[in-house]
C-alpha cells in the first residue's frame, strides 16, 4: 500500500497501457481478417474455381469426343443394320477405341438388341 501512495499514477498507467496494447490487438484483428477475407473472395477462390472447372471439362471432353466419333462412324450403323451378327468384329472395333484414345473402358450398347 505504501508504493501506491508514493506513485498514485501506476494503477492508472497500468489500466492505460493495457487498454491501449487491447485496442491495437483488436485494431490489428479486425484489419487482417477483412484483408483476408478480400484475398478469398478477389483471388484464391475465383482461381480455384478455374482449376476445378478445368479439370472437369478435362475429364469430360475424352468421353464426348470417343461417343461423338462412335455416333459418326460407318462401322457401326452398318454392323448395327446388319443385324449385329459378328461380335468379333466389334471386340475389335472396341480394342481399336481403346488404343486410340488411351481410354481404360469402351463399350456399345444397342438400342435394337439392348445388348
Known amino acids: 500500500m505504501a508504493s501506491l501512495q508514493r506513485f498514485p499514477f501506476l494503477p492508472s498507467m497500468g489500466l492505460l497501457l493495457l487498454l491501449g496494447f487491447g485496442g491495437t490487438s483488436a485494431l490489428s484483428y479486425f484489419s487482417l481478417r477483412g484483408a483476408l477475407n478480400r484475398q478469398l473472395s478477389n483471388s484464391t ?5 478455374k ?11 475424352r ?3 470417343v461417343s461423338s466419333s462412335m ?11 446388319e443385324g449385329e451378327r459378328d461380335e468379333a468384329e466389334m471386340v475389335e472395333y472396341l480394342r481399336d477405341l481403346l488404343s486410340q484414345y488411351r481410354v481404360t473402358t469402351a463399350f456399345f450398347v444397342s438400342e435394337r438388341s439392348g445388348r
Open 71 to 81: 455416333a459418326r462412324n460407318a462401322f457401326l450403323r452398318q454392323w448395327v443394320e
Open 51 to 61: 482449376a476445378i472447372s478445368a479439370d472437369l471439362e478435362r475429364s469430360l471432353t
Open 63 to 65: 468421353p464426348v469426343l
Open 45 to 49: 477462390l475465383p482461381l480455384t474455381a
